[in-house]
């Protein structure tokens, strides 16, 4: 945590931050989901605000993984930097933060007593060492890239492209979206995953859509799909 104290000493923008640091280090015995509760809100808070800054504007409802994506792509890497190659992965950590937390936390949901006394042995030492020190890592590699990069001018992702991606004309895409997480059914009412994708979170929609079109430029396109044709 000293290396995320140092850069927020250096950035006093940052400096509302340090209540996260403060619970996540004195929680990370006791009670270990307080410590991953305030890893993923410290993730979040730094992602809203770069966004913010950057003038992103992001969904309400927004996941905390969505809310990094955003961050990266406001921070200026294109689709073909590094740093946005592995961002998709950088960003989960802060998803898997909000798992772990729903499973080991004491309020997230009514627990048996037995399960309560033992939420906290589910998460060892070393588990627990690389969580906290995966969120330092991300949390100063963003405020670092924010304060060296504030000053410049990033389009937002609205102004890249000609217009709103239209969600009737992006069939392969969507073909792809649904096939891997399927349909979400609520009583009567089924929905495409693609389809609460693109209405809940456009711009999480078209970063995907943008990574997917180059992986696979030729079937984003409207080109048949080689593979889908093989017998």
């Keep these: 945590m000293e290396r995320l104290r140092s850069t927020i000493e250096q950035f006093s923008r940052w400096k509302a931050l340090e209540v996260f640091i403060d619970r996540m280090e004195g929680h990370r015995e006791g009670d270990f989901s307080v410590s991953v509760e305030n890893a993923k809100a410290l993730l979040e808070s730094i992602g809203k605000e770069i966004c913010k800054v950057k003038q992103v504007e992001l969904s309400a409802t927004s996941s905390v993984n969505a809310v990094l994506k955003n961050a990266f792509r406001a921070l200026g890497y294109s689709g073909d930097d590094l740093v946005s190659q592995i961002s998709g992965s950088l960003a989960n950590i802060g998803?898997?933060?909000?798992?772990?937390?729903?499973?080991?936390?004491?309020?997230?949901?009514g627990k048996p007593l037995d399960e309560l006394r033992e939420r906290n042995s589910k998460v060892d030492v070393l588990t627990r060492e690389f969580l906290m020190d995966s969120t330092v890592i991300v949390a100063v590699f963003m405020i670092r890239a924010f304060e060296e990069r504030k000053d410049a001018v990033v389009l937002?992702?609205?102004?890249?492209?000609?217009?709103?991606?239209k969600y009737n004309e992006s069939e392969a895409f969507n073909a792809f979206w649904?096939?891997?997480?399927?349909?979400f059914v609520m009583g009567g009412y089924s929905y495409d995953a693609s389809e609460v994708l693109y209405n809940m979170d456009y711009k999480a929609y078209e970063f995907e859509y943008n990574a997917f079109k180059e992986e696979e430029p030729?079937?984003?396109?409207?080109e048949p799909n080689a593979v889908a044709e093989a017998p």
């Design 178 to 183: 649904d096939d891997a997480y399927g349909e």
């Design 218 to 222: 030729e079937v984003a396109d409207g």
């Design 156 to 165: 937002p992702a609205a102004d890249a492209q000609a217009e709103r991606l």
């Design 95 to 109: 998803h898997q933060l909000g798992n772990l937390r729903n499973e080991i936390s004491a309020t997230s949901h």
